[in-house]
C-alpha cells in the first residue's frame, strides 16, 4: 500500500514543496487464528448445497443390466413361489404336477397359441412403428412350428378346433394395442415369447409325458441356440427402450400383469 505522510511532515511540504516516489504497493496478508472461522458450519453449508444440487437419481431394480432385466424382474414377481424363487403370487388352482391334461384341452391351447402368435408376427411384419421391424426374423418365431404340429394332430384323426374366446380376445387386443402403445405392445411382445422359451417349455414337457407318450412338439424346438436367439432379442429391446422416457418404460412395465391374465386364460384351456 502507499504509505501515508503523518501530519507532522505535511505541515513542512506547505513551507518546501518536495516530491517524493512512491513505492510499488506491497500484498500483505492478514494472519488470523484458525479458530476465528466456524469451519464446521462453512462446510455443512457446502455439502448440504451440494447434496440437493446433486440428488442421486433414483434406481430401478434391474436398470443396470438394461431396460430387459427391469421387464424380467417385474414379471418374476407375477409368477408363484413355486414357479420362481422371486414370486410373489399366492398359487392359483392345481399345482402343475397334479394337473390332467386332455388331448381336446391341448389342441385348444395350442390353435389359441397359433393365432396369438400369428398376430404378433404379422404386427412385426406389418410395422405400424419403426421400431417394430427390429424383431422380424429373430428366430423365436412360433407360428410355423404350431402349425406343423397342428397338421400332425390331424394325421393322427383328431379334430382341429377354431380358435376360442381368450386367442380371439387376447389377438385382437395386441392389435389394437400395436397401432396405439407401441411401449405396452412390446412388453407383450417379450413376455409371449420369453416366457415360452423359459416356463411354456417345462410346461410342454410334462404334459407330453402325460397324453403325447413323450412326444415333443416342434412348438417346443428352434433353429439354432436358443440362448443366443434370446439374447439377440434382449440386445434389441435394450437398444429400442434407450430411446424411451422414464415415463415409457414405466408405462411398458405397468403392461406386465395384463400380459400374464390374457396368456394365463390361454394356458388353462390345457385343462379344459
Request: aromatic letters at 10%; one cysteine or more; proline letters at 6%.
Amino acid at each position: 500500500m502507499a504509505s501515508i505522510t503523518p501530519i507532522s511532515q505535511t505541515q513542512s511540504l506547505f513551507k518546501k514543496p518536495q516530491f517524493s516516489v512512491l513505492k510499488k504497493p506491497e500484498a500483505h496478508f492478514l494472519s488470523l487464528p484458525i479458530s476465528s472461522f466456524p469451519l464446521k458450519k462453512v462446510r455443512m453449508v457446502v455439502v448440504a448445497a451440494t447434496t440437493a444440487a446433486e440428488k442421486p437419481k433414483k434406481r430401478y431394480p434391474g436398470e443396470a443390466k438394461g431396460f430387459v432385466e427391469e421387464m424380467r424382474f417385474v414379471a418374476m414377481k407375477l409368477h408363484t413361489r413355486d414357479q420362481a424363487k422371486e414370486g410373489e403370487k399366492e398359487p392359483q388352482g392345481q399345482p402343475m404336477a397334479k394337473w390332467e391334461p386332455s388331448i381336446d384341452g391341448y389342441l385348444k391351447f395350442l390353435v389359441d397359441s397359433k393365432l396369438v402368435y400369428d398376430t404378433l408376427e404379422r404386427i412385426v411384419e406389418k410395422a405400424a412403428f419403426p421400431d417394430y421391424a427390429e424383431f422380424r426374423n429373430t428366430g423365436l418365431e412360433r407360428a410355423e412350428a404350431l402349425a406343423k404340429d397342428l397338421e400332425w394332430f390331424k394325421q393322427q384323426g383328431h379334430a382341429i378346433p377354431e380358435p376360442s374366446s381368450p386367442g380371439v380376445s387376447y389377438a385382437q387386443y395386441l392389435e389394437e394395442l400395436s397401432e396405439n402403445d407401441p411401449q405396452a405392445f412390446i412388453c407383450h411382445f417379450y413376455n409371449t415369447y420369453f416366457a415360452h422359451s423359459a416356463g411354456g417349455r417345462m410346461i410342454g414337457r410334462k404334459v407330453a409325458e402325460k397324453i403325447l407318450n413323450g412326444k415333443e412338439l416342434e412348438f417346443y424346438k428352434w433353429d439354432g441356440d436358443l440362448s443366443q436367439l434370446l439374447q439377440n432379442v434382449r440386445d434389441k429391446l435394450n437398444r429400442v427402450a434407450e430411446s424411451w422416457t422414464r415415463e415409457e418404460k414405466d408405462h411398458c412395465l405397468e403392461e406386465t400383469e395384463k400380459s400374464f391374465k390374457f396368456s394365463g386364460e390361454i394356458l388353462r384351456l390345457i385343462l379344459s
